[in-house]
């Protein structure tokens, strides 16, 4: 093969090449896919990052039931990066009908979106909003699918109190815009410098740390009657039982086997934790059409070769909004 074929058929991809930091990520050359026949191929314009990302090289994720090891990522022995995108459809397989190449979508759920190209089933695609920019459509919908799940296990509508704990970040910033979109009264726990946007986005801001829960009481009009959990801990697990009469009405996205045997919903790939693969799916049409109204934080967009220092940036804590990658 001549080094001008070359050049049209290979692509780039992040891969880990160990378990370990953000130090053993590499750029490896790849084939351009081919999709089979009920799949497409994506040119990648926006991956988002997620922090699942970093946990499923770093060794230290917790254990993923054996059924749900393909939506973690998690098939083969080292992880394939990247779980959202969004795109420009290059090749279409045999049996895909209403989708043409040329045609401008987001991805996911998908695997291996750290590339120049991703292959993804058909059914993973949507249509991108066109006013949508891509580093927001590549990044909206795995924080966005599973706020709305939280939302809905914590069955949050019209007249509700909610407490969200972690509300100024990628997940908890969309739990609060969808709650108080729905009617509820918001409250949201981040550290100050976050709090103006908290009030932006239609939430009362508390402090987490010691004395949480007086805070929270002191700025709830009423009773709290739902909580959601984006940050994890005893703290926010313990405020939550304190407050939240119903435990069927406390939901977590960063459960551990404590938030299990509470008796409170656990949502995630985890052991005795739910998944809600149906109801993302379904959530993903709902939140395209909404894209628009809604605030998609974006922190930072690194190009695919800095995957590493996006990393970085996300072990460390950052200021609110996604870090998202650029092939
Ligand atoms: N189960 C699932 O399906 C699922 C899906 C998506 C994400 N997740 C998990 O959910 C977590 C959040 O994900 P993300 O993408 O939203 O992360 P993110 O954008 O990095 O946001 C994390 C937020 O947590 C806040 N925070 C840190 N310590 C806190 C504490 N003690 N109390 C309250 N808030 C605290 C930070 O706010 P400040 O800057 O104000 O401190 C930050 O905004 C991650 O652990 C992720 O792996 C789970």
Known sequence: MSSA????????????????????????????????????????????VNPIDWKLYSGAFHKVDDEHKDSAGLADDLPQLGLECAGVVTAIGDEVRGIE??????????????????????????????????????????????????????GVGEGDTLLVHGGAGSVGSLVVQLAAAAGATVIATAS??????????????????????DRVRGAAPGPVTA?????????????????????????SIVATDRHVAAGIKALGYGPGQDAGTELREAARADLASRATELRILINAVYPLSEA????????????????????
């Not at 909580?227 to 697990?237: F, Q, S």
């Not at 407050?243 to 069927?248: A, E, F, H, I, K």
């Not at 590493?308 to 092939?327: D, E, F, I, N, S």
């Open 308 to 327: 590493a220092q996006a990393h970085r940036a996300g072990l460390a804590g950052h200021a609110p909004g996604k870090l998202v990658l650029v092939p």
């Open 227 to 251: 909580a959601i959990d984006c940050a994890g801990g005893d703290e926010a697990l313990d405020a939550s039982l304190e407050l939240v009469s119903d435990r069927q009405r406390i939901a």
């Open 101 to 154: 190449v040329g045609d401008e979508v987001i991805v996911y759920p998908v695997t291996g979106a750290y590339a120049d190209y991703v292959t993804a089933p058909a059914t993973s695609l949507i249509p991108k909003p066109a006013d949508l920019g891509w580093p927001e459509a590549g990044s909206l919908m795995l924080a966005g699918t599973t706020a709305a799940h939280a939302l809905h296990a914590a």
């Open 5 to 48: 074929q070359e050049l049209t058929t290979k692509a780039r991809a992040v891969r880990p090449t160990a378990y370990g930091t953000p130090d053993v990520l590499a750029i490896v050359s790849t084939p351009i896919p081919e999709p089979a026949a009920d799949e497409v191929v994506v040119q990648v314009r926006a991956a988002g």
């Open 192 to 213: 100050a410098r976050n709090h103006e946007l908290l009030r932006d986005l239609g939430a009362i801001p508390v402090t987490y740390g010691p004395g949480l829960l």
